[in-house]
């Protein structure tokens, strides 16, 4: 009976132990058929360590070639940015967050305590140029500010009168507005 | 390299919240340039009298406010058996040299003989020029008066652009 192609490939490689080997060299003196299949896997074994590696080079060169034409006209393909991995230290982005609250703290302040019927006030030099004023549309704080400079109190914008002692008034008719040569017309 | 990074973080909160507080409290300063040059601001002209029947004014007092267009001056009056609170509101009529005032009025009023506090309000517009002036009779006027020791109130108001005055030592108003 002869052996399997697997045994006999072991046989080539060295890889059959005593006395099995002496068995199957006395098979194969015996066996023609297993001899010349035996003769065949040594040709493809001679053969496979004769060859040489084959030179990879000139397609490798091509390769190159065509990476580096790819960059000159720009067509070879960058990792987008925000496929990149970035790695920032944890401090940098906790002071980063710090950072973001306190502006928009600050956005939020601003927009709840601005007054939305201020208005500009421009100031202008004689010459025509202009004088920078740090007073905005809804700097409510800036314009009391401005007005407790003009008039040199705390109270701007309120006038308090105390009317003298034992002044006494009755009313003896409806409120009225008007110009001072109407009322002067009506009476 | 962590350590460093962490006091850097330390420093700069504390530096953060020891002198946000100070900007926001900062009273702004202007400059007597600036004060010079400034437009759009309006100087409103209180003169209040008393008068009695005869046209006689038996006490008034004037008073000077700044503000800008669109921002009320309030007026308080506090006399014997009444307190009055006026807002006046100018506002600069677009494309003419006119103003609008709109005076609103609060009047806390005891009536005597009748023993009782009445409060009534009012609110009146008017359009008038830079420099007119203005009467306002928050408790109506008449020249008949049957008591002796009542008076018109007259409230006189005169709108001026703002132009720039030497400031002076007194402490409060002008």
Redesign the interface.
């Known amino acids: 009976m002869c052996p399997a192609y697997e045994i006999l490939s072991a046989y080539i490689d060295g890889e059959v132990p005593f006395p099995w080997n002496k068995q199957i060299e006395e098979h194969l003196s015996s066996c023609k058929s297993c001899s010349q299949k035996v003769e065949f896997y040594r040709k493809v074994q001679t053969s496979m360590l004769e060859d040489s590696e084959p030179d990879y080079s000139p397609p490798m060169q091509r390769i190159w070639n065509k990476i580096s034409e790819l960059k000159q006209s720009n067509q070879y393909i960058k990792t987008p940015i925000w496929n990149k991995k970035i790695s920032i230290p944890v401090p940098l982005v906790g002071f980063a967050a710090v950072l973001v609250i306190f502006i928009g703290s600050l956005l939020v302040f601003n927009v709840m305590t601005s007054d939305p019927s201020s208005v500009n006030i421009i100031t202008h030099k004689d010459d025509g140029s202009m004088t920078e004023v740090n007073i905005t549309a809804g700097d409510a704080e800036e314009i009391q500010a401005l007005l407790r400079a003009l008039e040199s109190n705390n109270t701007p914008n309120e006038v308090i009168i105390q009317l003298p002692e034992g002044s006494t008034g009755f009313q003896v008719g409806e409120p009225e507005l008007l110009r001072a040569v109407d009322f002067k017309r009506k009476r | 390299m962590?350590t460093k990074?962490?006091m850097?973080?330390h420093i700069?909160?504390f530096l953060?919240f020891r002198l946000v507080p100070f900007s926001f409290s900062e009273?702004?300063?202007?400059d007597e340039?600036?004060?010079k040059?400034?437009?759009?601001?309006l100087k409103i002209e209180?003169a209040?009298n008393?008068i009695q029947p005869g046209e006689v004014s038996t006490?008034n007092?004037k008073?000077?406010?700044?503000?800008?267009?669109?921002?009320?001056?309030?007026?308080?009056?506090?006399?014997?058996?009444?307190k009055f609170i006026g807002s006046f509101t100018p506002y600069i009529i677009p494309g003419t040299d006119k103003l609008m005032?709109i005076?609103a009025?609060q009047?806390w009023?005891i009536?005597?003989s009748k023993k009782n506090m009445?409060y009534?309000t009012?609110i009146?517009?008017?359009s008038?020029s830079f420099g007119?002036?203005?009467?306002?009779?928050?408790?109506?006027?008449?020249?008949n008066?049957e008591?002796s020791?009542?008076?018109?109130?007259q409230i006189?108001i005169i709108i001026v652009p703002?132009t720039y005055e030497e400031?002076?030592d007194?402490?409060?108003?002008?």
């Open positions: 962590m990074n962490y850097l973080i700069s909160l953060l009273e702004p300063k202007f340039e600036t004060l040059n400034l437009k759009d601001l209180f209040v008393l006490w007092e008073k000077v406010k700044y503000t800008i267009p669109e921002h009320p001056v309030i007026l308080k009056l506090e006399g014997t058996n009444f005032l005076a009025s009047m009023f009536d005597p009445r009534f009012y009146k517009s008017i008038f007119e002036k203005i009467v306002f009779l928050p408790l109506g006027f008449t020249e008066y008591k020791d009542a008076h018109n109130i006189e703002y400031p002076q007194s402490n409060g108003d002008q």
